[in-house]
């Protein structure tokens, strides 16, 4: 997806059909706005891709998770992709039919597997064979059977950042495709879990849809000999990490990720599960920040803003590229700067040695392709109180979360006076 839905009129900035400026002045910075019908036409343009075949498509939660967000797909028929239980409570709360949620991570607790199981997901995407122990135990203690399929790495390099590589053979996800034969095997002699299907994700933010095709021809020729070994494969979950334009990127269209994906394993009858997440939702939003200062330090200039690492981590875990402007028409010719927050870490920054025009204080600046992996990354550290988030349908907006305010980073905390009491002899 493309930033389809931010344009400018009269050089400023507009989301749909209403001023980045107003909402932002109204609702303060640092603030996550996000397009309804962006993430409507992104997901709509994944699904119509995949029309030709059984599918469900799982939003990966884990990008964006706010409920009206998570809602707004859900009422467009997906299903989620949770890894926690926190996720699993946030896609219930957001009025996901359970039957459509899958559940994959590799250290799923006994509590969390006893919450899936009571919510009665349709499968548990098994990341080892302890795993597999702990699931069939808890399930037998419920009485009920666990449907589940093991997450394998076809060990096909995905060309991303290492961080976000997780399909290698030494990764810690998954196991290696050359051991789930013998996983699956054990799987058989279990009473309490039921193998529905194989499951693979090898990455994130791929731009090429070639290492899809290739790990899947080697799930095909696993799922060939799983059935020999007689067990039903229904569901091939081929995960999510289709990449989108931060910069230059060239990420593959729905069509052709589709056909990567279709031409690999579309006619072993399968329905296919997708995991996309940052592909629906990265370039449905953007942050806004207010300018604070500006400052000069041995021949480089910082442009310092009210958004932080601690808002929109991306740049600073990764090194990622997110794409800056300012909201309003450039005030002169652009000039190298770093455009960084007052987070008390140098790699607190959104972008390094970015030509950038000239800003006083009191701009605004919108970070784009913030609505994956932004707020759901961000944290309370220095004090700062998360940022508010803003769902906008044509000329609508709400506010979806209220920004934090000082109680709630205290929420939970006492000053230990337990510990003062005298200890009884
Ligand atoms: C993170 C993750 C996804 C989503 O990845 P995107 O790159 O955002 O599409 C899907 N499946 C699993 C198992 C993940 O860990």
Known sequence: MTRTFFNRRDGELYVENLSVAEIARREGTPLFIYSQTALRVAYDALDKAFAAVPHTICFAIKS???????????????????????ELFRALQAGADPQKIVYSGVGKTDGEVDEALDAGIRFFNLESRA???????????RGVVANITFRVNPDVDPKTHPYISTGLKNSKFGIPITEAREAYAEAKTLNSVKVVGVDCHIGSQLTDAQPFHDALLRVRALVEDL????????????GGGLGVVYND???????????????AVGDLGCEIVLEPGRWITANAGIMVAEVVYEKNNGGKTYTIVDGAMTDLLRPALYQAYQHIEPVGPARGEERLVD??????ESGDFLAKERPFPPVEKGDLIAVFSAGAYGFSMSSNYNGRRRAAEVLVRDERYSVVRAREGYEDLIRGENLGEGLDEELAE
Not at 131 to 141: D, F, I, S, T, Y
Not at 227 to 238: F, K, S
Not at 249 to 263: Q, T, V
């Open 339 to 344: 455009i960084v927050g007052p987070v008390c």
């Open 249 to 263: 990127e060239e990420p593959p269209s729905p069509k052709e990720y589709a056909r990567a994906i279709l031409d």
């Open 227 to 238: 059935r020999n070994a007689g067990h039903e494969i229904q569901y091939l979950d081929c």
């Open 131 to 141: 795993e597999l122990g702990c699931v069939n135990a808890r399930a037998e203690a």
């Open 64 to 86: 964006n998770m706010n409920l009206a967000v998570v809602r707004t797909l859900v009422e467009r028929g997906a299903g989620i992709d949770v890894t926690s239980g926190g």
